[in-house]
């Protein structure tokens, strides 16, 4: 599924967008929806969410500089609407980034359904919650479904774009056409999955990596030492699979199963048990504060989106010498 490559095309029809819920991710949502011209309407009822929003505006403003994108006078399209019905009314796209919470998203868009005009596309960022399960309470889901991000949406290419029991082709096709239109990566999920794809994966990670402390061969900062000057590195350029093919021999994966395969199925069943208990939890929270967690965590970010977008840039330049990614 693809855009079919007229990116303003698709914007056009999606000039008029609102943002449920603009904390984290829907502020950094609303960031790259601004730059890329579109009119944002916020919907969320924290007090003072114009300066949580207008925070987030001049906190990405470097990135989506760096990422060829406009970044001055973005506010011009903005507006917040505290009242749900009025800030949905005639939109052409919501993405919703409110809390975690499969109640409260299923209450929300039956609410929204009968404010909405029949072409809009509804995309929920939920990190785990399905989009069969949360249009339980709609009379038509056809136009909902998933589009998880990583955090920060504004910078980081990836959308898992998971459609639910009821969302029409044409949804998911239009979902990756707007997501592409603003330069992400989206990537279809072919059935709901609890977690999706991603965060399972970093949960699967995580669990080990807290093995590890949990045992005491090493601290949190030498395990994320290990993983950026490692794995880390590895992954921006070869997934896990196409890693193994290379590591395999002149036969790839076929030559990495027969030497490795047999000891890596028992390690599959070998599951270490970690207790992610307060001990566990104030170990990994004291290791960090005086390793990483000196440093301020805007600073942090900065840094954190300064060396992302440089990785970006270095791959994009590889890929136009060498004629697309493998
Ligand atoms: N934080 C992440 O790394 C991350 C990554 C990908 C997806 N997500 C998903 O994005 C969603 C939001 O997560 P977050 O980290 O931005 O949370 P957050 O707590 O930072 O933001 C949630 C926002 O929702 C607002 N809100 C609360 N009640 C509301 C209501 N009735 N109407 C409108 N807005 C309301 C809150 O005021 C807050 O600003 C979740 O579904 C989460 O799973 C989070």
Redo the contacts with the bound molecule.
Sequence with gaps: MSSGGNHSAVLDRYRNTCV???????ASWAALFLAHGLNVVV????PNIEDVVRTMLAKAAPTLKALGLPHEGLEKNLRFEADLEHAVAGVDLIQE????NPEWKQKLWARVEPALPKHALLLS????RPATEQGKLMKDASRLLVG????PPHLIPLVEVVPGDHTSPDATADAVAFYEAIGKVPRVLKKEIQGFVANRLQRAIMREACYLVQEGVVTVDELDDIVTSSIGLRWAVNGPFSSFHMGGGPKGLESFFQHLGKNMAVSFKIIPQVELDEKLQRTIIDQAAVSFGRTPIPQMERKRDDSQLAILHALADVDAQQGGRS
């Design positions: 449920i819920g603009a904390g984290v991710i829907g919907n969320d009822p924290q980034n409110g809390p975690e960022s939920s990190s785990a998880h991000p990583f955090n």
